[in-house]
Structures are given as structure tokens and as C-alpha cells.
């Protein structure tokens, strides 16, 4: 008796994981620094839904860098009333790098959203992200590859809670608000303060981009789910949602990666199959080669939009199949770890979530994390929106790093929390599930 109503409870877990956030990230201008208008990005939209062979929800998702319109300084982005043409669920960005002057304008444009679109555009947000790689652009290795400027933890905590004062009281008033980094920050243990303030954690995680570790094609999914599972170690229970990844189809080698659509299927297949449905993701990308191809490319449709990817994006003959065996090992390695001192002591200062404290052995994090992972930063480069953009020379809203002018975001307003809560709930989903049968 007690056993089937546990599965049943479980059940009832699993299935509200599949309504997870799944999308796209989409920037504010085409690589020539073209403004997209709102016809643009229902064109995107529209070609994202309909994708053939889609795998998980599909792609209903879009996230935002920024709220501001490109080619003004604060008038709204025109993907929300885009996206409320088209049923399209957005994570708000709100660019941080550029300083007071440009949240305010952020803030501006954001106030402006939700009084010319009220409840429609609540209805739509998954969430909000303060910043995207603002920490990571003021570490060494952001210094390093010339990603300054960024922002220091406080400035965010800041701007976090500005956001938080402008959407009180309004139809996204339950917007989960957060920030997106690289997983480098997120076990910097001086940024604790910017965990403290998020309601959910953002990772972008390339490990194409990371040159100082083997990054084959074969071990890519490695790298991947390490620097998943040292964040989900850092949250302190927080869901961490996966804000970018990608693997280009086309450009230059980095270190062991080459760009290949054999191989950008392969880390499709073997990094975003598992995740699709059941984690918060938004992909990198659906396309960033209009109206030129950039090296390296991570569209998975070319230079013209088509509802036809470059590969088979099914996740059909996908080995091994998604979610079980997967799922199941990438939850226990969720667990917190005691492998980096700022692992720890994140664990130790937050509040500790039922499934962190519950979860395995900490042995199974650092088992899994090539040990140089977590203490050697330089690991992480920059990141495809980072490099295609500033490469691109695609910056407007007054002189913002080009990378704030991506922007899409998602949203979904039922339950804002609901799918990240999944992410981890998931997890431990499965672990008991898994229990469970062994006990029966
Ligand atoms: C850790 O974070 C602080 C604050 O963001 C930053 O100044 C420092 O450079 C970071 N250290 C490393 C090794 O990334």
C-alpha cells in the first residue's frame, strides 16, 4: 500500500517534469547588426515550433539577452508581443555588463512591456535572468579571452533586486528571477552572494569552447554533464536550468573539438536528448547564420529559416535511449559534492534541498568530474554568443556589448517554478523510482 501510493506521488512528479521549458536563444539584431522586428521573430518562432522530428514539448521556448529593442534605448523588445502572437514562453534577459545606465534602460523597456501587454505577457515568462556571464567576463579566464567587461557579484545581487521591485505587484509578480553564468562562477565561492539572490541558476556550458581539457567529440558529454553537476552542487537545492549549450556544425577546431554535423548530432543526441522534456533548456542555437555564417556556426538550420534541421534532431535510435539510464546516473552525480571548497561551503550556507541532503555518496560527483575541472578555471572560453556576436559586430542598444543584444526569453505562466523545481525533482524522482523497483 504505502509503496504504491509512493509511486503514484512519484508519478505525479515525473509527469509535471515534462513540462519543462524547452527552446532557443535568440538575439536582438541578425549578425550584420540589423534590428529583428516583430515580424522576424515570429518568423523564428513559428520555425522553432514547427521543427520536423522534435523531440521532448518542442521548441516553445525562447530566451531573450535583453528587453530593449534593438535601435532604441528603451522601448520593449518586440519578441513579447512576438512571442504572445505565437504562444512562444519566454526567459527575460536583462543585460547587465554595460552598467547602471543600461539596466535602467532594461528596467525601463521591461516596465513599459508589462503595462502595454499585462497579462498577456505574464502569462508567458518562465523567468527573468539578471545578466548572462557577468561573473565569468570578470574572472582570470574572462580577462584572459577578453571578455571584459563584466560585473561583480554585488552589482548583480543589485540589479536582482531592482528586477524584483519592478515586477512586484504586476502580472509578473511570480516570475522566478536569476542569473546566468558558467559554471566556473557558479563554484566561485565569492559570488555566493549572487545564489543567495536567484531563485533558480543559469549555466552555459560549451565544451567545445574548453581547449585545456580533452574535448573529443566522445568525451564532450562528459564535460558537459561535469559542469551541469558541479552547479546543480553549488545551488544549494536551487534549480539549475541549462541556458546554452550547442555544438557548431561548422568553423574552426578548438583544441580536440571539430566542428562537424556529425558531431554537432552526436552532442545533440547525447547532451540534449536526455535533458529534453525533463530540464529547463534552451538550446544554442536555432540560428545564428542570417544573413552570414559565422565560424564556428551552432544553428542547427543554415542561413535561410526552415522547419528542416541539418540533422535529425528526433532523438529517435538515440543510445542509450532517454531518459532512464542517463537520467538516473546524471541524478545521483546532482548530488552535492565536497570536491571544491566552494562546493562545500555553498552546500553548508544554503539552506540544504531535500534532494541535496538525501542524495548519494559525494564520492559520485568527484568520481565523475575530471579532477581538474573544478579547481583548474581556465577551462571555460567564451562562450558562441559571446564570440559570434562580438565577431560579428552585431552590437546596438547604445553601445552594449554586442552579446546583450541576443535576447529571447521564455516564460510560461502557469507555474513559473514548476519546470526548474522539475529539474531537481526529477532527479530524485528517478532515484526513488529506481529504489523502488529494487525494493519490489
Ligand atoms: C571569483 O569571483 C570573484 C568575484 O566575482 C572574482 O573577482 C574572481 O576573479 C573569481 N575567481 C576566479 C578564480 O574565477
Known sequence: MHSSCSLMALAATFSTTLAAFQGFNYGSTFNNGAAKVQSDFEAEFKTAQGLVGAPGGGFTSARLYTTVQAGTSNQPIA??????????????????????????????ALRSAITKYG??????????????EDLYR??????????????????????IKLVRDAIAGTPLANAPVGHVDTWTAWVNGSNQAVIDASDWLGVDAYPYFQDTQTNTIENSKDLFNAAFDATKA?????????T???????????????PSLQNAKTYWD?????????????????????????????????SSLTTTPLYDISCNNVNPPPPSSTSASSSSSSTPSSSSSQVSSSSTKEPAGSITS???????????????????????????????????????NGGVTTTGTSSPSAATGTHPNGGAVASGSMSAAFAA???AILVL
Not at 513579447?80 to 532594461?106: H, Q
Not at 570578470?138 to 540589479?159: F, Q
Not at 546554452?244 to 571539430?258: F, I, W
Open 79 to 108: 519578441a513579447i508581443p512576438a512571442a504572445i502572437a505565437t504562444k512562444t514562453s519566454l526567459l527575460l534577459g536583462i543585460w547587465c555588463s554595460a552598467g547602471d545606465g543600461i539596466v535602467d534602460n532594461e528596467l525601463a
Open 119 to 132: 497579462a498577456d505577457f505574464g502569462s508567458l515568462v518562465a523567468g527573468i535572468s539578471v545578466g548572462s
Open 138 to 159: 570578470n574572472s582570470p579566464t574572462g580577462i584572459l579571452n577578453k571578455e571584459n567587461p563584466g560585473k561583480d557579484p554585488a552589482d548583480i545581487v543589485r540589479y
Open 234 to 242: 553549488a545551488a544549494g537545492g536551487k534549480p539549475v536550468w541549462v
Open 244 to 258: 546554452e549549450t550547442g555544438y557548431p556544425v561548422s568553423g574552426k577546431t578548438v583544441g580536440l573539438a571539430v
Open 270 to 302: 547525447q547532451v540534449g536528448c536526455p535533458l529534453f522534456g525533463s530540464t529547463n533548456i534552451w538550446w544554442y542555437t536555432l540560428q545564428d547564420a542570417a544573413p552570414a555564417t559565422p565560424n564556428p556556426s551552432f544553428g542547427i538550420i543554415g
Open 358 to 396: 538525501s542524495g548519494p555518496s559525494s564520492s559520485l560527483v568527484s568520481s565523475t568530474l575530471p579532477t581538474t575541472l573544478v579547481t583548474d578555471t581556465t577551462v571555460v572560453q567564451p562562450t558562441p554568443t559571446g564570440n559570434v556576436v562580438s565577431g560579428s559586430g552585431s552590437g546596438s
Open 433 to 435: 523510482v529506481m529504489v
